[in-house]
């Protein structure tokens, strides 16, 4: 494997999936973030700073600058995401717009930049970190789950034609709650941190995802939620509203 783009890997399944590249010798890892890079880079990490966010056209025209010196990409993992909970009349509308443009419109733009620069390499992956939420519904975060759900119809749209064009593989990841920084903010009142998936044993399946396949669902729990989501729609969604939007602060 060539090099690796990663968006969001500061903090959570982003981290996890930083630091697993660098552990197998993938360094340096490329990685776009709002944040600022860990002084602890020791040359392994190619941090670049730039907000998922932003819409205006000079900051994407200059990332397709940078990133055209430092590709093509074998693998990308688009993994920056943003939560927002609560009723949805409650939120302010500025939160749902930036939850949509991060998760969403974000990687919409990045997607079309890498493959407008040919920046995606032949026989490589282009991974979309969506969510379980696709599978099950997700109420109590209906900006969250729509946003995912568009990123999951992105890559099925692209999967076949970025198979046929460049033998690239277009892989969908599902998880379930993470034990993250960010899932805690918004997770329900009581809600256990151990129920939740290490973010390093997701990082694993991911990297190991075999080339070709199109789905991943982390863990036993998520698969057996999606199979009910698909199976019992109506009952999941009871379900999903009284351990979820019930319990919301």
């Known amino acids: 494997m060539g090099r690796v783009l990663i968006t969001g890997g500061s903090s959570g399944l982003g981290k996890a999936l930083v630091d697993l590249c660098v552990e197998r010798g993938l360094a340096p890892v490329c990685v776009l973030d709002i944040d600022p890079a860990p002084d602890a880079g020791d040359g392994k990490l190619d941090w670049v700073f730039h907000d998922m966010a ?11 600058e940078t990133l055209q010196k430092k590709g093509p990409f074998d693998l990308v993992i688009l993994n920056a995401g ?16 930036s939850v ?10 990045l997607v079309h930049m890498l493959l407008h620069a040919g920046l995606l390499a032949p026989g490589g992956r282009l991974v979309l970190i ?6 099950t519904g997700y109420p109590g975060a209906a900006s969250y789950a729509a946003s995912k759900d568009g990123l999951a119809s992105l890559a099925r749209a692209l999967r076949k034609p970025l198979r046929k064009s460049g033998n690239i593989s277009v892989q969908l990841v599902c998880p379930g709650p993470m034990d993250t920084p960010h899932a805690a903010r918004h997770a329900p009142e009581g809600a256990r941190a151990d129920r939740r998936i290490d973010p390093a044993r997701v990082a694993r399946q991911i990297l190991e995802l075999p080339h070709g396949r199109f789905v991943l669902l982390p863990g036993p729990g998520a698969k057996l939620a999606a199979v009910a989501g698909a199976l019992f729609p109506q009952i999941m969604m009871r379900i999903m509203g009284k351990v979820l939007f019930a319990r919301l602060k």
């Open 82 to 97: 943003i939560n927002a909970t609560g009723r949805f009349e409650g939120i302010p509308l500025a939160t749902h717009l």
């Open 100 to 109: 949509a443009r991060v998760n969403l419109l974000g990687p919409l733009r």
């Open 54 to 64: 932003d819409q205006e056209a000079a900051p994407w025209a200059a990332l397709s």
């Open 130 to 135: 969506s969510s379980l939420s696709v599978f």
